[in-house]
Nanobody, 119 residues
């Protein structure tokens, strides 16, 4: 059973930075697409960024140039560096692992970490 544990959330002022971490229970990065999603209060969960097993990254337009997704294979940990944060980035951020082989529907979520951007 895959387990994902997020950390690093908190309260930050607009323009500030945070780095989120997602620790995985095993060596997932070679076969799972790893991603970050977020859900603001009263809104649907939305995609933020992903990292494929092949190393390709993808971002939602609203965070391009401000957020960077990365991973440390040795530590089985994925990161989301968030710079120039805005109040609209306030949300619970979730780590996601989705099996990359077509037809496999294995998908896992972390418990989420709160990010609040406010002065």
């Amino acid at each position: 059973q895959v387990q994902l544990v997020e950390s690093g959330g908190g309260l930050v002022q607009p323009g500030g930075s945070l780095r989120l971490s997602c620790a995985a229970s095993g060596s997932l990065f070679s076969i799972y697409t790893m991603g970050w999603y977020r859900q603001a209060l009263g809104k649907q969960r939305e995609f933020v960024a992903l990292f494929t097993p092949g190393g390709r990254t993808q971002y939602v337009d609203s965070v391009k140039g401000r957020f960077t997704i990365s991973r440390d294979n040795a530590k089985n940990t994925m990161y989301l560096q968030m710079n120039r944060l805005k109040p609209e980035d306030t949300a619970v951020y979730y780590c996601n692992a989705k099996h990359s082989i077509p037809g496999r529907d294995d998908e896992y979520w972390g418990q989420g970490t709160q990010v609040t951007v406010s002065s």
